[in-house]
T-cell receptor, first 110, second 113 residues
Framework: KQEVTQIPAALSVPEGENLVLNCSFT??????LQWFRQDPGKGLTSLLL?????REQTSGRLNASLDKSSGRSTLYIAASQPGDSATYLC?????????FGDGTTLTVKP | DTEVTQTPKHLVMGMTNKKSLKCEQH?????MYWYKQKAKKPPELMFV???????INESVPSRFSPECPNSSLLNLHLHALQPEDSALYLC????????????FGPGTRLLVL
């Protein structure tokens, strides 16, 4: 059974800082890994999807990396803004389904 | 258009009621999903439909009954629920295949009294 761990559970930073969120998973037999953000009481918004054959994926200020063999992914956020405050979830996908980590709750202070 | 819609937004029901949640997408996706999310917890997969057929049931109690009447629509029928079933129910869709992104709806907030 896939187990997903996200570290840290919570993070508070001043505006403008660069930061890294970590995701580790136990079963490396995945075909992709997706990063989402979730605002309180809302649905999930897809940020990035990395296929198992890729090492990284970039979108704007976001960069996600994947090391499938070691079961790790990171999400790098550059020049953080208060609007980035949300919970960030990683979800490796395999065998037709995704498994979510508990998330990292990010607060960016003005 | 990358929108998944869910109705209703909020639902309050008694333990003897029968109600249904509805999810719709018009992106031509052939995979649709139901997730359950408790407060401060990650989403947990309940069901997956592929080409309108149930492909994954994560040992969900029979008081939850999914239905996929066509490729754009996914329902979740609720009957004789328990208070512990109160949660945010999320629907998602994707193309089939290993490269495909899941798109989520805003969810239905369910309260069982």
């Amino acid at each position: 059974k896939q187990e997903v761990t996200q570290i840290p559970a919570a993070l508070s930073v001043p505006e403008g800082e660069n930061l890294v969120l970590n995701c580790s998973f136990t079963d490396s037999a995945i075909y992709n890994l997706q990063w989402f953000r979730q605002d309180p009481g809302k649905g999930l918004t897809s940020l990035l999807l990395i296929q198992s054959s890729q090492r990284e994926q970039t979108s704007g200020r976001l960069n996600a990396s994947l090391d499938k063999s070691s079961g790790r992914s990171t999400l790098y956020i550059a020049a953080s803004q208060p609007g980035d405050s949300a919970t960030y979830l990683c979800a490796p996908a395999g065998a037709g389904k995704s498994t979510f980590g508990d998330g990292t709750t990010l607060t960016v202070k003005p | 258009d990358t929108e998944v819609t869910q109705t209703p937004k909020h639902l309050v029901m008694g333990m003897t009621n029968k109600k249904s949640l509805k999810c719709e997408q018009h992106m031509g996706h052939r995979a649709m999903y139901w997730y359950k999310q408790k407060a401060k917890k990650p989403p947990e997969l309940m069901f997956v439909y592929s080409y309108e057929k149930l492909s994954i049931n994560e040992s969900v109690p029979s008081r939850f009954s999914p239905e996929c009447p066509n490729s754009s629509l996914l329902n979740l029928h609720l009957h004789a629920l328990q208070p512990e079933d109160s949660a945010l129910y999320l629907c998602a869709s994707s193309q089939l295949g290993q490269k495909e992104t899941q798109y989520f709806g805003p969810g239905t907030r369910l309260l069982v009294l």
